[in-house]
């Protein structure tokens, strides 16, 4: 199983970015799908998760500015960030529950800056 993303970039404050991942080597279905993001000096944190149905959890700093949406035709997970700001400044990271198993690709920067 592989994951890889794509959509990041620099950005500047207010903009948005559309990050992508998808997944490969796939034969069952995938359960809970998410975005990570880890920051210089900072931990790894959530940044928003979605199940299989839908159902999805986001980061309270990402709430009303992010949504998170997934194709399960496609095993792809999306990340639509607006009014992005520079604390929003990190690698991206997508992961996938898939038949108990933590996947994760391979990051993608992400950087708001004027």
């Known amino acids: 199983v592989q994951l890889q993303a794509s959509g990041g970039g620099l950005v500047q404050p207010g903009g948005s970015l559309r990050l992508s991942c998808a997944a490969s080597g796939i034969i069952f279905s995938i359960n809970d799908m998410g975005w990570y993001r880890q920051a210089p000096g900072q931990q790894r944190e959530l940044v928003a998760t979605?199940?299989?149905?839908?159902?999805?959890n986001y980061a309270d700093d990402v709430k009303g500015r992010f949504t998170i949406s997934r194709d399960n035709a496609k095993n792809t997970v999306y990340l639509q960030m607006n009014s992005l700001k520079p604390e929003d400044t990190a690698v991206y990271y997508c992961s996938a529950d898939y038949r108990s198993r933590d996947y994760w690709g391979q990051g993608t920067q992400v950087t708001v800056s004027s």
């Open positions: 979605i199940s299989r149905g839908g159902r999805t």
